[in-house]
């Protein structure tokens, strides 16, 4: 990565107090969300996945003044009861959630998702990457008042194949589907559920899948901005979906990604660096 990104200031979260899940680095998409919502008054708790990370996102927290940090794996119950129960005694109440958790095995992400995605990949990826929105989405609504609003972060591999993605895609169209679901029904209480898809961004995440510089070069060239997707805007929508900005705005997937997704067919040439 270049320059650390800045992020506008304002009070567009003031007041505002959420759990973000899914920060491993100072790389990860849900740092740059937490930066700007950080940067528009927000006041954050955040979740980390076992001790080795807590190093890295213990001083990240920090560095944004957080009233919480909490371990949590998504596919144990009783880490998850504790998180949210640190949630509760900590605030009592949650006005937002961000969920960026995604993990498949490596052996899954190359090659053939056919002859690659056994049982237990297929179950694993599905847990850690779909069911778990579902399940936190519960847990934080049960803390939520009306003007409540989360997010999650996917892939356009969910909507078309993308080599490699392979089982990630499918896991991702879980989790879409699965926001609609969450929308219609937090919606009475006036929760507001969405999702949003970015491009490619450099992350360990997106270290995994093999051929990762061919996914962001034709990205890239391929886009209407011919441009890679820059974190920046995806907490810029991220901070729109989970402010008042976003009101009336739920159970949507909407698309970060310099356009990548409207292209059927890039421009003739349009594909030479
Ligand atoms: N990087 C991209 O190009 C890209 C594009 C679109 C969507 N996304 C999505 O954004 C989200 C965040 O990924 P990222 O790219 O910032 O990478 P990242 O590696 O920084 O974040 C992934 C996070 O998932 C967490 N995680 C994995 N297994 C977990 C478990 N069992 N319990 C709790 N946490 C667990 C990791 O600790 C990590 O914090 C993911 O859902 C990813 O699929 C990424």
Redesign the pocket.
Known sequence: MGAEPTFPKGDLMKGKRGLI?????K????WHIARQLHAQGATLAF???GEA?ERRVRPLAESVEAELLVE????DDASMDAAFASVKDKWGELDFLVH????TDKSALEGSFVANTTRQIFKDTMD??AY?FVDAARRASELMNPGGSMI????LGSERTVPNYNV?GVA?AALEASTRYIARDLGPRGIRVNAV??????????AGISSGKHMFSFNRLASPLRDDTDPRGVAGAALYLLSDLGLSCTGETHHVDAGFHIVGMPDEGALKE
């Open positions: 899940m899914g920060v491993a680095n790389n990860s998409i849900a979740t980390y996945a990370l949590c794996d998504v596919t960026a958790i995604a993990f850690v990457s778990s999650t972060l996917t892939y990630m991702k898809s970015a491009g490619p961004i450099k992350t360990l995440a997106a």
